[in-house]
């Protein structure tokens, strides 16, 4: 099979590459190229993990990865890359950046296939560089393996430690290439099998794409901790991170990967098997709900938007406050604003408005610059806000800092009261199940009262949604009867891990 130089211009094949590795597997590497910081380090938020998207017997797979990467870009920045598979023969691409720039239309037709799988990344295990931009590449017993992955695996390091003894050379420091490692030793007869057997080592989140020559395998954690979604397009069957994806293709959704299991497609057809029973609760993360996904999407059924609006509507009822504006940080917030403004009749108005066009920048964060780089990104509307007695709705509060300048944004623009209302609980524990989050030391909420808290914001009134109000309000949208939802990071109940692991790998961490 034809390929082209990886250096020259990037687009390889699987068997024109030269790859240098050990006896299992053999993985490409390259070149970095459109990098660059990206702006949400500019931003005291949380970073989303990463988006993968699949389709299998559609004759222009590569540029149904394409669009869906695009609908899938919020959940990662950093990196992209689609591999597809063609009589056989792999090819792919990926680059740093944002898929826009990643890939341009020559790019796309050397992709050729039935069969791809895509990914968007941001780094939350491995560092940021293209060796660890995804998919994963390998050559193995059997041919020639791709992975996409999103989510995080606890135990990989361990895992990875006793590889290593026993002989494993690692190309990345993505904890996704543990798994290829695995599924290279197992003497399982099939790929489907020894992916069976690899994921049942892996204690964590995960949403996992597989493709051979000849196969596509996915498969979701026991607790279904990420979001995973099958679809249909004709004849094709599309995975996705998110169903905003299929709507960007025209894709139906069909149903949610459940947790614990493993679809196979191959010249047979279809398979629905497991690599583990499903977990007794069921524990989707929180925070989809709260910030991370579309508000065009539904997890598990249940539509984001709508369950943000109820989350808005609920903070209205359990911390009503007379103020003349309610306003919400876009664009997580927009929706919990509106449902604010609906519940008390207080106007919602575009307090705040956020330049869609500042685009990435190269400049490494400073202190500094942070403090500028959310002036850039963010600004009050005066003529709103002026003379007003604000509510500002806002997803979270990570260290305080950005609330901080928000509140001030909106003082500076001449609010008289800057009320803030946030709709998920105290952010107090770190995230070990792909969501990019400082230590606890660094979480405002895990050492500082709620006063403590609004007095470093500068706020006249703060509000932090419970528990139970958050669960009511994703639950009564429609979810399923046996939904569940991880809070770990609110209430330190790590649904994988006993206590005792939790504070272990809380103090790893730090
Ligand atoms: S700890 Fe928080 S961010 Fe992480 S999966 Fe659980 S709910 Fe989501």
Same mark, same amino acid.
């Given at each position: 099979m034809e390929g082209r130089d990886p250096v020259s211009d990037e687009v390889m094949s699987s068997a024109s590459r030269k790859p240098h590795m050990d006896s299992n597997l053999q993985l490409w590497t390259g070149d970095y190229f459109n990098e660059g910081a990206d702006d949400r380090v500019f931003f005291d938020k949380l970073r989303e993990e990463c988006g993968v998207f699949g389709v299998w017997n559609h004759p222009d797979a590569s540029s149904l990865c394409y669009y869906g990467l695009h609908a899938l870009q919020h959940r990662g920045q950093e990196s992209g890359g689609i591999c597809t598979v063609h009589r056989r023969e792999f090819h792919y691409h990926r680059g740093m950046g944002l898929v826009k720039e990643v890939f341009d239309q020559p790019r796309l037709e050397a992709l050729p296939g039935k069969v791809g799988i895509g990914h968007v990344r941001y780094s939350t295990a491995g560092e940021s560089k293209l060796a660890n931009a995804q998919p994963l590449v390998f050559k193995w017993r059997d041919g020639d393996l791709a992975i996409a992955t999103n989510g995080n695996i606890v135990n990989a390091p361990d895992i990875r430690r006793e590889l290593e003894e026993a002989g494993s050379i690692f190309q990345?420091?993505?904890?996704t290439e543990v798994v290829a490692h695995l599924i290279a030793r197992?003497?399982?007869?099939s790929i489907e099998e020894a992916v069976k057997e690899s994921l049942r080592r892996l204690n964590g989140a995960f949403a996992f794409v597989f493709i051979t020559n000849d196969k596509m395998v996915a498969a979701r954690d026991q607790h279904g901790l990420r979001p995973f979604v099958l679809g249909r397009l004709g004849d094709a069957w599309l995975f996705s991170s998110e169903t905003c994806a299929f709507d960007a293709v025209g894709a139906e959704y069909v149903r949610d990967v459940r947790p614990g299991e493993l679809l196979v497609f191959d010249a047979d057809g279809v398979r629905e098997e497991r690599f583990a029973e499903a977990a007794p609760k069921r524990a989707v993360c929180s925070m989809e709900y709260i910030y991370f996904a579309r508000p065009d999407s539904d997890v598990d059924e249940v539509n984001i938007h709508t369950a943000r609006k109820k989350m808005g509507k609920r903070l209205a009822m359990d911390s009503f406050v007379d103020a003349d504006v309610v306003t919400g940080v876009p664009d997580s917030s927009i929706s919990a604003a509106i449902g604010f403004a609906e519940q008390t009749g207080i106007p919602y108005e575009l307090g705040l408005i956020k330049n869609?066009? =500042?685009?990435?920048?190269f400049i490494q964060p400073s202190q500094e610059l942070r403090e500028q780089g959310v002036k850039m990104k963010l600004s009050a509307v005066r003529k709103v806000v002026e003379g007003k007695r604000v509510v500002m709705i806002d997803d979270s509060i990570v260290r305080g800092t950005t609330s901080r300048r928000i509140v001030n944004l909106l003082r500076e623009a001449g609010a008289v009261e800057v009320h803030v209302r946030i709709t998920s609980p105290p952010f107090a524990n770190p995230c070990f199940y792909g969501i990019d989050t400082p230590t606890r030391g660094e979480l405002i909420a895990s050492s500082k009262s709620v006063e403590e808290i609004r007095q470093l914001i500068n706020a006249d009134s703060l509000y932090f949604l419970s528990k139970e109000g958050l669960t009511e309000s994703i639950g009564a949208s429609g979810a399923p009867a046996d939904a569940g939802f991880c809070m770990a990071c609110f209430?330190?109940?790590?649904? =994988?891990?006993s206590e005792e692991e939790a504070e272990k790998a809380v103090a790893a961490k730090c």
């Amino acid at each position: 099979m034809e390929g082209r130089d990886p250096v020259s211009d990037e687009v390889m094949s699987s068997a024109s590459r030269k790859p240098h590795m050990d006896s299992n597997l053999q993985l490409w590497t390259g070149d970095y190229f459109n990098e660059g910081a990206d702006d949400r380090v500019f931003f005291d938020k949380l970073r989303e993990e990463c988006g993968v998207f699949g389709v299998w017997n559609h004759p222009d797979a590569s540029s149904l990865c394409y669009y869906g990467l695009h609908a899938l870009q919020h959940r990662g920045q950093e990196s992209g890359g689609i591999c597809t598979v063609h009589r056989r023969e792999f090819h792919y691409h990926r680059g740093m950046g944002l898929v826009k720039e990643v890939f341009d239309q020559p790019r796309l037709e050397a992709l050729p296939g039935k069969v791809g799988i895509g990914h968007v990344r941001y780094s939350t295990a491995g560092e940021s560089k293209l060796a660890n931009a995804q998919p994963l590449v390998f050559k193995w017993r059997d041919g020639d393996l791709a992975i996409a992955t999103n989510g995080n695996i606890v135990n990989a390091p361990d895992i990875r430690r006793e590889l290593e003894e026993a002989g494993s050379i690692f190309q990345t420091t993505s904890d996704t290439e543990v798994v290829a490692h695995l599924i290279a030793r197992s003497k399982a007869p099939s790929i489907e099998e020894a992916v069976k057997e690899s994921l049942r080592r892996l204690n964590g989140a995960f949403a996992f794409v597989f493709i051979t020559n000849d196969k596509m395998v996915a498969a979701r954690d026991q607790h279904g901790l990420r979001p995973f979604v099958l679809g249909r397009l004709g004849d094709a069957w599309l995975f996705s991170s998110e169903t905003c994806a299929f709507d960007a293709v025209g894709a139906e959704y069909v149903r949610d990967v459940r947790p614990g299991e493993l679809l196979v497609f191959d010249a047979d057809g279809v398979r629905e098997e497991r690599f583990a029973e499903a977990a007794p609760k069921r524990a989707v993360c929180s925070m989809e709900y709260i910030y991370f996904a579309r508000p065009d999407s539904d997890v598990d059924e249940v539509n984001i938007h709508t369950a943000r609006k109820k989350m808005g509507k609920r903070l209205a009822m359990d911390s009503f406050v007379d103020a003349d504006v309610v306003t919400g940080v876009p664009d997580s917030s927009i929706s919990a604003a509106i449902g604010f403004a609906e519940q008390t009749g207080i106007p919602y108005e575009l307090g705040l408005i956020k330049n869609r066009y =500042t685009g990435r920048t190269f400049i490494q964060p400073s202190q500094e610059l942070r403090e500028q780089g959310v002036k850039m990104k963010l600004s009050a509307v005066r003529k709103v806000v002026e003379g007003k007695r604000v509510v500002m709705i806002d997803d979270s509060i990570v260290r305080g800092t950005t609330s901080r300048r928000i509140v001030n944004l909106l003082r500076e623009a001449g609010a008289v009261e800057v009320h803030v209302r946030i709709t998920s609980p105290p952010f107090a524990n770190p995230c070990f199940y792909g969501i990019d989050t400082p230590t606890r030391g660094e979480l405002i909420a895990s050492s500082k009262s709620v006063e403590e808290i609004r007095q470093l914001i500068n706020a006249d009134s703060l509000y932090f949604l419970s528990k139970e109000g958050l669960t009511e309000s994703i639950g009564a949208s429609g979810a399923p009867a046996d939904a569940g939802f991880c809070m770990a990071c609110f209430d330190n109940c790590y649904p =994988t891990l006993s206590e005792e692991e939790a504070e272990k790998a809380v103090a790893a961490k730090c």
